[in-house]
């Protein structure tokens, strides 16, 4: 009798992995594998993320762990993502535990590459495209799902190694994401959202102008009880007319990631960010006008190469002028083979983590102000599930984005859509008391 297969899943990094992550589970499963825990797995699959050099570090601790599986249990060891595709055969040589190294346009073929790793080690890493139309996938949550509409960037941000680890921007066409929408939605999925490195540009390369304003009122039209949210939206490309698309299209929340990375013209120049300060500061401006209660969250790094304490104390200004919602904070490192890796990484390390200090106190104390300013008020929110802290509270999020936590009853709420009355906040999250359920 054939015996079923088992494997197991570590993901590492971004949303893009995390999905990446579900499209390999629901491959696997349809030929014939289930997933369990690593130590009772026949093969461990690896995803990983190259992005900062924090996250490469843990993915090699975390393999080094695994060496004893390996030894005891014979358990293959799959790599893949953005850092396979990076280190290519070079992982196989440093860990020599390693069977199968598959790069980011790879996965679709993982069951097959499983097995030609059980009999050889194996590196591949062909960047020929990634068709994901009618590729099965697991869902890791029932009422939210992820739907990929560009893979890739063309952007070349001057320290950002995605381009060269996930290849051209493609975006996929249009039918095709509505179809898969469609699906999701017959599948009972209240929240989409849709990814990519740069939400804005989708269509442009194929096109020669981008469809994503059309999309967000595509969605309104053929799915209005669904949610929509979307990432990752690059400020050079985000015009007016994505902004009125937001603003008119019911069922599009009222929430732009729109990262600014730095706040003085020369580094966001250095950068090839495409955008300047009086440039991005308008179009938020332009954006909390047209979208009311819109929530606006960034990334910022600090650290560039040439970063002075001057250009510094820009981004501070302009991160208090934008009075951003919830920010994420990096410190730079360079990535081999991209272009800011030939300057000279010549901000010293205790000043890269003071100023990093400086501006995360910064956006903290943001974020605290913008949920006090929602204390009051009614806001809608969909219910993730209990509190990983407190089980008798649920977990929701706005259509902002933002946590809001309210006390339990009987009923299991998980994925509806209630309205919730603000009655307090703290750093990182809000309380309420439920108003009514739809
Ligand atoms: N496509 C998105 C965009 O352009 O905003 C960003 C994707 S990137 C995976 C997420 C964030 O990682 C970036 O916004 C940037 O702040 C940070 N990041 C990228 N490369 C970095 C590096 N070399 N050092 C530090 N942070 C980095
Ligand atoms: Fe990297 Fe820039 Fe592309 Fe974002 S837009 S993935 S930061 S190159």
Redesign the pocket.
């Known amino acids: 009798m054939e015996t079923e297969r088992s494997y197991a899943l570590l993901v590492f990094g971004?949303q893009m992995n995390i999905h990446d992550a579900e499209r390999i589970a629901g491959i696997l499963e349809e030929a014939g594998w289930r997933e369990t825990e690593p130590g009772q797995a026949e093969a461990v699959i690896l995803l990983t993320c190259c992005?900062?050099?924090s996250a490469e570090e843990r993915l090699y601790g975390r393999l080094a762990s695994l060496r004893p599986l390996k030894e005891e249990r014979g358990t293959l060891i799959a790599v893949g993502g953005c850092l396979a595709q990076k280190e290519g055969t070079r992982l196989l040589e440093k860990a020599p535990h390693v069977d199968l190294v598959f790069g980011t346009h790879q996965f679709p073929r993982i069951a097959e590459l499983l097995d030609e790793a059980s009999r050889s080690r194996l590196c591949e890493l062909g960047m020929d495209g990634l068709h994901l139309s009618g590729l099965p996938f697991r869902r890791r949550e029932g009422f939210r799902a992820w739907v990929t509409i560009t893979h890739g960037?063309d952007?070349f941000?001057a320290?950002?190694?995605?381009p060269f680890v996930r290849g051209r921007e493609v975006s996929r066409p249009i039918e095709e994401v509505l179809e898969e929408v469609g699906r999701l939605v017959e599948e009972g999925v209240r929240e989409v959202n849709l990814l990519g490195?740069?939400v804005n540009s989708y269509r442009l390369r194929e096109e020669g102008r981008s469809r994503f304003a059309e999309l967000l009122r595509l969605m309104g039209c053929e799915f209005p009880g669904v949610w929509v949210r979307f990432t990752?939206s690059?400020p050079r490309d985000f015009d007016r007319r994505i902004m009125e698309a937001i603003a008119e299209t019911e069922n599009v929340c009222e929430h732009v990631h729109l990262?600014l990375?730095a706040g003085s013209d020369r580094i966001l120049k250095a950068m090839n960010r495409g955008y300047g300060v009086e440039d991005y500061l308008c179009k938020v401006e332009e954006l909390r006008r047209m979208v009311r209660g819109v929530v606006v969250s960034t990334?910022?790094?600090v650290g560039f190469p040439g970063e002075t304490e001057e250009d510094f104390k820009r981004t501070l200004e302009l991160v208090e002028r934008c009075a951003f919602d919830a920010a994420?904070t990096?410190?730079?490192?360079?990535?081999p083979g991209?272009a800011?890796a030939r300057l000279k990484d010549d901000v010293p390390r205790e000043v890269k983590l003071e100023r990093l200090q400086r501006l995360a106190d910064l956006t903290r104390r943001l974020t605290a102000e913008s949920l006090r300013r929602r204390v009051g008020g009614v806001e809608r929110a969909l219910v993730e599930g209990p509190s990983r802290k407190d089980d008798k509270v649920w977990r929701a999020r706005t259509r902002g984005n933002q946590v809001v936590h309210f006390p339990r009853g009987e009923e299991d709420l998980t994925g509806r859509e209630v309205r919730v009355r603000i009655t307090g906040s703290g750093s990182w999250s809000m309380r309420g008391d439920i108003v009514d359920v739809y």
Do not use: A, E, G
């Open positions: 971004c992005v900062r050099q960037c952007n941000c320290y950002c190694v995605v490195q740069n990752t690059h990262p990375q990334d910022l790094m994420f990096f410190i730079y490192n360079p990535r991209t800011s």
